[in-house]
T-cell receptor, first 114, second 111 residues
């Protein structure tokens, strides 16, 4: 089954404790991205990757890091999480660049930073 | 002016009614227009995709794009309780690296 898998689904952590949210896709997609979704603000792109070893900032990259060492994986790293990073996070992948192909989303990771 | 505007709702309609969801946008370079549906506690999934202006129909769903007015619509005929979800419009330009999403409209279909 074609899917984007995120882990964990739920996470509560403390301020400053480094964490990683994993994302994996099994569709051999080139393009992957991370979004955060907040009430009243909608989906905002954090980082995206056009292919292996190619990443770029989205609209809200501050406080986040990503890496793309393998085509299927695109982890999101919070080196020093803060309460304003409490949010619902989605990983998405698509066959190629975002403009004209369907984006497949993961189930989401609900992060709470206390 | 925000790039994409979408009324957050909630919009409540009785089962069987025709639903109209809309977005306006400001960037005339947008050429790809999409509607995603997001059920509670799930990720968005693509519902409809349209290139440039015109209509596209898929079962009970019809997407319309009016580029001259910078206005897109999604119509749902014979609405069902299972259509209750948040609907996000999304758009991008030719060779753009990213999709711009609306904030989503929460729709409730009342049995």
């Amino acid at each position: 089954e074609a899917q984007v898998t995120q882990n964990p689904r739920y996470l509560i952590t403390v301020t400053g404790k480094k964490l990683t949210v994993t994302c994996s896709q099994n569709m051999n997609h080139e393009y992957m991205s991370w979004y955060r979704q907040d009430p009243g603000l909608g989906l905002r792109q954090i980082y995206y990757s056009m292919n292996v070893e190619v990443t770029d900032k989205g609209d809200v990259p501050e406080g986040y890091k990503v890496s793309r060492k393998e085509k299927r994986n695109f982890p999101l790293i919070l080196e020093s999480p803060s309460p304003n990073q409490t949010s619902l996070y989605f990983c998405a992948s698509s066959l190629s660049s975002a403009s004209n192909t369907e984006a497949f989303f993961g189930q989401g990771t609900r992060l709470t930073v206390v | 002016q925000k790039e994409v505007e979408q009324d957050p709702g909630p919009l409540s309609v009785p089962e069987g009614a025709i639903v109209s969801l809309n977005c306006t946008y400001s960037n005339s370079a947008f050429q790809y227009f999409m509607w995603y549906r997001q059920y509670s506690r799930k990720g968005p999934e693509l519902l409809m995709y349209t290139y440039s202006s015109g209509n596209k129909e898929d079962g009970r769903f019809t997407a319309q794009v009016d580029k001259s007015s910078k206005y897109i619509s999604l119509f749902i005929r014979d609405s069902q309780p299972s259509d209750s979800a948040t609907y996000l419009c999304a758009m991008s330009g030719y060779r753009d690296d990213k999709i711009i999403f609306g904030k989503g409209t929460r729709l409730h279909i009342l049995p």
